[in-house]
């Protein structure tokens, strides 16, 4: 055989390999997507399954008076609904896959950038809080009120204060970043660091349902993502995220007891975290030890990617039920 023709078989082989190579990854991110879709359809459905049984069971009413018996049941309901649907999805996951996952929750790769990424994470969420009630605001002038969480009493004191607070605290900051900085944004991150964060962003918006929630948690999402992949470890992320969840709780409580000093605190705080957040974001940039972002998957283009990811049935359905939740409330 001539060297042409030698060139040329090698040429088809090489293309033939590379389709399949394309279409092996975007297989393998369909399937992660529709696990995903399913597990985020599980989340949604928890407050319907929790309404009929409370109704079947009688104790609708004893419900809505007992803090206690509320803030227990959202626990376990992020347990049930959540966490095991996600651990699920991580006991099956491929053995790479879980690996990636498993070394994410290994402490960060520098304790300063640990310690910079904290304040300048909370500086990015209030900012993320600050243009999610902007975008409402806007839709409200055009005539559009986008579906928020209901107003409702907060416990200011004893035994009901302190389960309001470890609940709205603990279990969503560990187990949200579990689901969606690990398993969920992990196996994505060999297609390319920024395509992970974004479509995992995208997910956690979902996960929160209704629609000014769900763009303050795409945003957070973009924030605790990339500080995940920067700091090499989910733990920021959670402290973070802890953080801000803890800084709401303070503002509801004292909304109820004193709504001027919460004004007031509320604007201290902020200008605190505004100006720790630039200095250690100059910091975090210029001496912090971190990863940066990078794309091995250059050959695959992004368009194939997101369709990939968000052209199967679970994920679709997620999305009518943001457009759904959003026009229509609570049906």
Same mark, same amino acid.
């Given at each position: ?55 079947? /069971?009688?104790?609708?009413?004893? &419900?809505m008076e007992d803090f206690t ?10 347990v049930v609904f959540l966490f ?5 999805? &991580? ?55 986008? /579906? ?7 416990? /200011? ?6 389960? &309001? ?25 060999? &297609? ?7 479509? /995992? ?49 303070l503002v509801n409580v004292m ?77």
């Open positions: 055989m001539n060297g042409s023709g030698y060139n040329q078989n090698q040429f088809f082989h090489e293309q033939n390999n590379f389709f399949r190579l394309v279409s092996q990854a975007k297989k393998d991110i369909r399937c992660h997507a529709i696990r995903l879709g399913i597990c985020i359809l599980i989340f949604l459905s928890a407050p319907y399954v929790f309404s009929v049984g409370l109704q079947l /069971t009688g104790l609708y009413n004893r &419900y018996l509320q803030y227990s049941s959202e626990m376990l309901l992020m095991i649907p996600f651990f699920t999805v &991580y006991l099956f996951a491929p053995k790479k896959d879980k690996k990636t996952i498993a070394l994410s929750f290994e402490k960060p790769r520098s304790s300063l950038a640990f310690l910079l990424a904290i304040p300048f994470g909370l500086m990015l969420c209030f900012a993320g809080d600050y243009i999610s009630s902007l975008i409402a605001s806007i839709f409200e002038e055009m005539g559009i009120t986008l /579906t928020s969480v209901p107003d409702y009493k907060v416990p /200011t004191s004893g035994k009901e204060l302190f389960l &309001y607070a470890f609940a709205t605290i603990v279990p969503p900051a560990i187990i949200e970043e579990f689901t969606m900085r690990g398993v969920a944004m992990q196996p994505l991150r060999k &297609y390319g660091d920024k395509f992970a964060i974004v479509m /995992t962003a995208l997910v956690f918006g979902l996960m929160h349902r209704n629609a000014v929630q769900g763009i303050f948690a795409f945003i957070a999402g973009l924030i605790f993502g990339y500080i995940t992949i920067s700091s090499n470890s989910v733990w920021p992320a959670v402290v973070i995220h802890a953080l801000n969840n803890g800084f709401a709780v909304m109820q007891t004193d709504e001027e000093a919460a004004n007031k605190i509320y604007a201290l705080v902020i200008s605190v975290i505004l100006v720790f957040g630039i200095f250690s974001a100059i910091m975090f940039f210029v001496i912090g030890k971190r990863n940066k972002l990078t794309n091995p998957a250059p050959w695959l283009p992004l368009k194939e990617k997101s369709s990939a990811f968000f052209f199967n049935i679970p994920m679709i359905i997620s999305f009518v039920v943001m457009i759904l939740y959003t026009v229509f409330g609570d049906l």
